[in-house]
């Protein structure tokens, strides 16, 4: 049976990143993927690439939840950009309802390119509504600094200490995304179940190209739960899947580069042509 796929999340006009990157992952992974949209992101070209966010009324957001629940709960579902508190509470609701599992938190904070919190007051709701039930919960260096409120984190040890810390909020495990932001000529990112640690390393890519990765990288945590792996396999293909998609990034535009959700599949195809 076809697995489903669920992303609460927000909408990136420009293609890369939010629900845009988690449904192309979804379809990528062989599963079939739903959507209830927070809110949409646009950007300004005339100044700057400023971003700005317009949130989806919350008794939208619900009846969206509501739709895609009526068929019971969903193999795996992830969130994004959540828009309001009301959101938030409204995921929560239909996650308590359909005793929902399988559930990826990618605490989306602010954009690439600028530390600016673009929804600061969801962030102590994120904490203490949507957190504790993670399976996964996928941080990224800025996300995880405040999650743990240990600041700034700059080196893996610092990131062990934040992934600890935010485990004790509740979730199964943590990952703490370094990638971009992580100053080294490696993407490392951090996983604690609890117990154990597992430093992920790949080499970084001197590339833009990464506009969406945080998205598709917890997309493809998603997916790969909805098919049965744990939380650890379904990590450590994930960073195959996002390294796979940087390396083959596309320059169809000025602002942000996006990257090629194809590009693992295309590679694995190669592999067992050759
Ligand atoms: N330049 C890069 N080269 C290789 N891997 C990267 C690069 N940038 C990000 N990654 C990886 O992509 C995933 C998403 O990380 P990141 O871009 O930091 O998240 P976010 O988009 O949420 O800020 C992580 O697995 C990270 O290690
Ligand atoms: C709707 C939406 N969600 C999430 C993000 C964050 O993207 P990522 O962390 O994957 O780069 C963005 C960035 O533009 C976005 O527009
Ligand atoms: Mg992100």
């Not at 996300?143 to 700034?152: D, H, P």
Request: glycine content about 8%; charged content about 20%.
């Amino acid at each position: 049976m076809i697995k489903k796929t669920l992303t609460v999340a927000g909408s990136d006009a420009s293609g890369g990143a939010g629900i845009q990157a988690d449904l192309k992952t979804f379809q990528e992974y062989g599963t079939f993927g739903f959507t209830a949209v927070t809110c949409i992101v646009t950007m300004d070209p005339d100044n700057n690439w400023a971003h700005n966010v317009t949130n989806i009324s919350p008794e939208i957001v619900r009846n969206q939840l509501k739709t895609i629940f009526s068929a019971g709960p969903v193999d795996a579902m992830k969130t994004g950009m959540l828009g309001t508190i009301e959101a938030i509470n409204h995921t929560r609701e239909f996650i308590d309802i359909h005793q929902q599992k399988n559930i990826v938190i990618d605490p989306v904070m602010a954009c690439k390119g600028t530390d600016e919190l673009l929804q600061p007051e969801n962030v102590a709701e994120l904490k203490k509504r949507l957190i504790p039930l993670a399976t996964v919960v996928t941080p990224n260096l800025l996300e995880a600094g405040i999650l743990s409120e240990l600041g700034t984190l700059t080196s893996v040890d610092d990131m062990i200490a934040a992934a600890k810390k935010i485990k004790d909020l509740g979730p199964e495990t943590v990952v703490v995304k370094g990638g971009k932001a992580f100053h080294s000529d490696q993407a490392v990112d951090v996983f604690f179940d609890g117990k154990d640690v597992t430093v992920l390393k790949s080499k970084k890519i001197p590339t833009h190209n990464n506009h969406g990765a945080g998205c598709t990288f917890a997309a493809a945590v998603t997916a790969g739960l909805a098919k049965g792996m744990t939380p650890q396999t379904a990590v450590e293909t994930a960073k195959q899947f996002v390294t796979a998609a940087i390396k083959n990034g596309v320059d169809i535009y000025p602002y942000v580069g996006h990257i090629w959700h194809g590009a693992y599949n295309e590679a694995e195809k190669r592999m067992t042509k050759n």
